[in-house]
Nanobody, 120 residues
Framework: QVQLVESGGGLVQAGGSLRLSCSAS????????LAWFRQAPGQGREFVAG????????NYADSVQGRFTISRDITKNTVYLQMNSLKPEDTAVYYC?????????????WGQGTQVTVSS
């Protein structure tokens, strides 16, 4: 089992910045990737950014490329999402997902989400 706790959400004006954090605990040794997703009201959950745990390779959704940066601190079992130049359309609940590799299969774990609201 892996437990994920997100923090750092809040209310910010358009053009502002926020940094989200996601701390992992439990069977963290099996984690091979972490990612951020978001879900706006009435919409499905969409991928925002992901990072490989060991190598630190990252990828982004086109909508956030150049504005958001994902990073991780292995010593703290924490992944971050630095969000700059925020837009009202970035308003959503942001979720952290950890992908764990076991002997049997890969398993995804999700955090409880943190609300980000960007006012115009």
């Amino acid at each position: 089992q892996v437990q994920l706790v997100e923090s750092g959400g809040g209310l910010v004006q358009a053009g502002g910045s926020l940094r989200l954090s996601c701390s992992a605990s439990g069977r963290t040794s099996g984690i091979y990737a972490l990612a951020w997703f978001r879900q706006a009201p009435g919409q499905g959950r969409e991928f925002v950014a992901g990072i490989s745990w060991s190598a630190g390779n990252s990828n982004y959704a086109d909508s956030v490329q150049g504005r958001f940066t994902i990073s991780r601190d292995i010593t703290k079992n924490t992944v971050y999402l630095q969000m700059n130049s925020l837009k009202p359309e970035d308003t959503a609940v942001y979720y952290c997902r950890a992908s764990l590799r076991t002997m049997i299969s890969d398993i995804d774990y999700w955090g409880q989400g943190t609300q980000v609201t960007v006012s115009s």
